[in-house]
């Protein structure tokens, strides 16, 4: 069983930048296509990124594109999320996905679908 923890999180002014980190276990030498998603209060799931297993293929929110970069270390089992140039509307609690429900590897989702293991997530505030 895959189990994911979030860590970085916090409070920063807007135009700051923040690192999150995500942690992977339970499946010791898979490598997962990996995720990034966004909660605000009030609002649904939001995809914010997406890497495949060895970190050559990415995809981007429209809402983040050329501020946020996700990248991973699969020696590490880590999935990273560097935010720059953050805004208010950054403000959400953000969780880290990984593996597909159909067991495909090569797949990177898009979608909160697309992942079955989710963390418990990490809250960021962005204050203007």
């Known amino acids: 069983q895959v189990q994911l923890v979030e860590s970085g999180g916090g409070l920063v002014q807007a135009g700051d930048s923040l690192t999150l980190s995500c942690a992977l276990s339970g499946r010791p030498g898979v490598r997962f296509p990996m995720g990034w998603f966004r909660q605000a209060p009030g609002k649904e799931r939001e995809f914010v990124a997406s890497i495949n297993w060895n970190g050559r293929i990415t995809f981007y929110g429209e809402s983040v594109k050329g501020r946020f970069t996700i990248s991973r270390d699969n020696a590490k089992s880590t999935v990273s999320l560097q935010m720059n140039a953050l805004k208010p509307e950054d403000t959400a609690i953000y969780y880290c996905?990984?593996?597909?429900?159909?067991?495909?590897?090569?797949?990177?989702?898009?979608?909160?679908?697309?992942?079955?293991?989710w963390g418990q997530g990490t809250q960021v505030t962005v204050s203007s």
């Open positions: 996905a990984a593996e597909s429900p159909t067991g495909n590897l090569l797949v990177t989702p898009r979608t909160a679908q697309g992942f079955a293991s």
